[in-house]
């Protein structure tokens, strides 16, 4: 005799059936402690809560509760944003050096400008006191 389990034809059918199952026991496990650990039934005793609680995770690994949700295409995930302030940050720094670049080049230019203007200055300095 098959039972539903083994007539199911996938991996992935009979984990989706078998996790099924075992959320069913561990939801009837949790309502028959129910009354234990609300004290219903009188006093609260530790192992009833100690169920209790172990079959609450059991039950929220069991659908993965505490994993983090797979990211969708086109959503922002915190390591796509910081991917993206990285890579900002480092466009940031290269336009800083290329200002900074043309500005000390600007000013190299300037200077050798006012530089040669002092030596041509100085040469007609120089020719002008030759020719008198």
């Known amino acids: 005799m098959m039972t539903d389990i083994e007539e199911a034809g996938t991996h992935a059918e009979v984990r ?20 234990y650990v609300n004290g219903d039934t009188g006093e609260i005793l530790p192992g009833h809560v100690n169920v209790f609680l172990t079959a609450v995770k059991l039950q929220a ?8 949700p797979e990211p969708e295409d086109g959503v922002l995930t915190p ?41 041509r200055d100085k040469l007609r300095e120089l020719r002008g006191s030759e020719a008198s």
């Open 79 to 119: 390591a796509k944003v910081n991917r993206m302030l990285e890579a900002a940050r480092i466009e940031a720094a290269e336009h800083a050096i290329s200002a900074e670049r043309a500005r000390v080049a600007e000013s190299r230019m300037l200077e050798l400008g006012s530089a040669e203007s002092k030596v």
């Open 16 to 35: 989706e059936q078998v996790r099924k199952r075992l959320g069913w026991k561990l939801e009837q496990l949790l309502k028959d402690l129910t009354p």
């Open 61 to 68: 690994g069991l659908w993965q509760a505490f994993d983090a």
